[in-house]
Each structure stands twice: as structure tokens, then as C-alpha cells.
């Protein structure tokens, strides 16, 4: 993640992709989970100045092409590197 | 968005809270969860700061909104009680523009009503409100604010809601009969629609329930203002020339304080403390009485003139 800071804060997201970017933890603390969700959902739901649905966009990510071609581009985890000799 | 800037800072403030909150309760797991939180944070610090780095504002605006009877939900509000209720209050903040300037005759045509006119600008949510603002040209205006007016309407109005008697008093002894009348018949028409009332105006915000909208046409109804002119004998003890206040004995009526007509320079009302003090004199005064249910509970005084009194 470290390496690879760039894609998860705002700013750099919004120039490179041109959307508004805010990233959540689906395997963080339950709770905190539930207060992001009510408070994005507050946020994006409705336009505030006449309460029109804004909607919101679900998209699936669970491509394993994209994920196979996701994994290359990163290349190998730092982490596992020369961690694989078992005595 | 309005443009009314309290109602910006206010809803970004609550925004910065809520999410100051949300940080608060992550743990060290949430680690993406506050990389969004934190950007949103430093996003809305920035709209704060940008939004006190504004000049001061210097155009009129309020934003009025009701709820109650004549509402149904943010959806809409019956035309006939939202054109009325707007009306009225335009003719609040035409009073007491005509009263901070040219003075506001017993009866008659309101002098600069055109310069007092507020147009409205937008619908704002929660509950159902509109949002007045001054949009005439600047060659219009007048020493007077249009700012200043709708600030001091709606203050005066707040008053009247007010649980504190001795503030709304106090109030009230500053305004005179037809100005009183205009604010009778707004209450008047939110207690009759069964209407509860949020104004908003300069820093002010005031939230009017039923109990306070009883409370507001009650105290509209059972106050009256009424000016008299007296000549009181006795002495003065002296005057402040810049801020036009007075004291002045008056025998068994006690000392009597209060202000001295703007018409009086301060050149004059020196002279009065080099040669009138402490001499016997007749003070023209206008005495301003506000009742309730008839019964005088506050008086004020105004030193009109001052005349010596020839030595019987």
C-alpha cells in the first residue's frame, strides 16, 4: 500500500481519474463501517438544494481478468520476497 | 447553496463536526476509512476558512421558513398564507426603515417603502422557507442600511418570542404603534394558520414553536406603544453631548433619565451643562409608554427642549 500511496488519497485520484475518491475498510471495525455509510450516504444521496435524488453507481470489481492484469502490473509483494526458504 | 451565509456556515460547521466524530471513533484497522475522512475534513476546514475570509456583507437578506399547518413537509406550503406571511414581514422591514430614517408618520404612506423591497431569490429547504434579498441598484440606497432594516426587523420580531419579558419590553419601547400593528398581524396570521416560524437574518437564528408563536400574538395583541408630549418642571443635573443622554430632577417624580432628540446639537446641549444645570427649568419631553393589557410597564423620555422658567 505503501508503494502505491498514490491510489488511495484524493487528490492524486481526482487528477489522474477525474472522480471524487474516498476509500473504506470492508474488513475494519463493524461499527465504523455502518457510521461511513450513514454519513456517505447522507452526503451523496439527495442534491442538497432541492432534495432531488443524486443516486449513487455500483460497480462490480470482482473481474478476475482485471484482477489477474492488476496483480502483474504491481508486480510481486515486497513482503514475500526472500521469505520463501523454510529451514 | 443560498446565498445567505449564516445558513452555509452553519450547515459546513455540522458537516466538519460530524466528520471530526466519525475520525474520532476509528481504530488502527480503519486505515483507508481515514485517508477519505481526512480529505473530507481538510476540504470543509477550507470552506470555513473561505468563507470568513469573505468581505462583510453588505446587502440585505433573510431567509424565512415555516412549517405547521399551511406546510406539508418540504414538498410545498398553501400560496395564500406564504404570499400573506411574506407581505407582512415586507412591511415590518418597510417600517422600520421609514422609522431609522425619515421617521414613520401615526398614518399614511410608508416614506422609502421602494427602497425597503426585497425580492425573493430562492425556496430553501427544511420545512419549507424563501429566501429574501436585496437586489435594487446601488445608487438607490440610503444612509440607512436595507441590511441594517431586515437586521433590526428581525431582531425586533425575535423579541417578541423572546421568554425574557424585561428584553421584550425593552424592545418594544424603541418602536411606536404601526410598527407594533405590523408585527400584530404577522403573529396574528401564524397563530391563526396554526404556522410555527424559523427566521434567519445576520448572525441571528430563531426558531419560533407553537408555544413561542402563542406567545409572540399574545404579547402582540395585549402591548400597546403610545407617545405623549409633557412638560415637566424641576432641574437638570446634566447631559452627555456625544451620546445625547440626559438627567434631569423632577421633584416628586424622582430623577428622570433618558435620551435627547437627535434634533438638539451637541454645541447646544453643552451650553445646557455650562448655563441650565441645577437652574429651574421646564423640560418638553416625549414620553413613551409601553402597556400591557392596558397597565404601564415601562416609560421612556426624550428631552425635546429645555426653557427656563422666569423667577416667580
Known amino acids: ?87 | 447553496m443560498t446565498s445567505l451565509r449564516k445558513l452555509e456556515r452553519d450547515f459546513v460547521r455540522a458537516d466538519l463536526a460530524a466528520v471530526q466524530g466519525l475520525i474520532a471513533q476509528l481504530g488502527d484497522e480503519d486505515v483507508m476509512a481515514r485517508f477519505g475522512l481526512e480529505a473530507r475534513r481538510d476540504e470543509l476546514r477550507q470552506g470555513i476558512a473561505a468563507l470568513e475570509a469573505l468581505p462583510e456583507e453588505v446587502s440585505a437578506s433573510a431567509a424565512l421558513f415555516f412549517g405547521g399547518d399551511p406546510v406539508v413537509a418540504a414538498r410545498g406550503i398553501e400560496s395564500a398564507f406564504a404570499g400573506s406571511a411574506v407581505g407582512k414581514f415586507q412591511n415590518i422591514v418597510a417600517m422600520v426603515l421609514a422609522h431609522e430614517t425619515k421617521g414613520l408618520g401615526q398614518r399614511g404612506v410608508v416614506p422609502n417603502r421602494r427602497a425597503s423591497t426585497l425580492h425573493i431569490t430562492n425556496v430553501v429547504r427544511g420545512s419549507f422557507g424563501f429566501l429574501l434579498e436585496e437586489v435594487q441598484a446601488p445608487q438607490q440606497r440610503l444612509e440607512t442600511s436595507l441590511k441594517d432594516a431586515v437586521d433590526k426587523a428581525t431582531q425586533l420580531l425575535d423579541a417578541f418570542g423572546e421568554q425574557d419579558e424585561e428584553r421584550f419590553r425593552s424592545a418594544v419601547e424603541d418602536i411606536d404603534d404601526r410598527l407594533l400593528g405590523t408585527a400584530r398581524e404577522f403573529f396574528g396570521l401564524m397563530r391563526q394558520s396554526g404556522a410555527t416560524l424559523r427566521l434567519v437574518s445576520g448572525n441571528l437564528d430563531r426558531s419560533f414553536g407553537a408555544h413561542a408563536v402563542e406567545r409572540a400574538a399574545e404579547r402582540a395583541t395585549s402591548t400597546a406603544v403610545e407617545d405623549a408630549e409633557e412638560i415637566i418642571r424641576g432641574h437638570l443635573s446634566g447631559v452627555l453631548p456625544e451620546s445625547h443622554q440626559f438627567e434631569f430632577r423632577a421633584g416628586e417624580r424622582g430623577t428622570i433619565r433618558g435620551n435627547v432628540d437627535r434634533a438638539l446639537t451637541t454645541n447646544q446641549l453643552e451650553t445646557f451643562n455650562r448655563e441650565l444645570v441645577h437652574v429651574d427649568t421646564d423640560a418638553r419631553l416625549r414620553v413613551r409608554r409601553v402597556r400591557r393589557d392596558g397597565a404601564i410597564v415601562r416609560e421612556a423620555y426624550t428631552l425635546l427642549e429645555l426653557m427656563t422658567r422666569i423667577a416667580e
Do not use: C
Open chain 1, 1 to 87: 500500500m505503501r508503494a502505491n500511496l498514490n491510489l488511495f488519497l484524493r487528490t492524486p485520484v481526482k487528477a489522474a481519474y477525474k472522480v471524487d475518491f474516498f476509500s473504506m475498510d470492508l474488513e475494519g471495525s463493524r461499527e465504523v463501517l455502518i457510521s461511513m455509510t450513514r454519513y456517505w450516504f447522507g452526503l451523496f444521496s439527495h442534491r442538497r438544494s432541492d432534495g432531488i435524488w443524486k443516486g449513487m453507481l455500483q460497480v462490480r470489481l470482482e473481474d478476475v481478468a482485471d484482477d489477474a492484469a492488476a496483480i502483474a502490473a504491481l508486480g510481486p509483494d515486497p513482503g514475500e520476497i526472500g521469505t520463501g526458504v523454510t529451514p
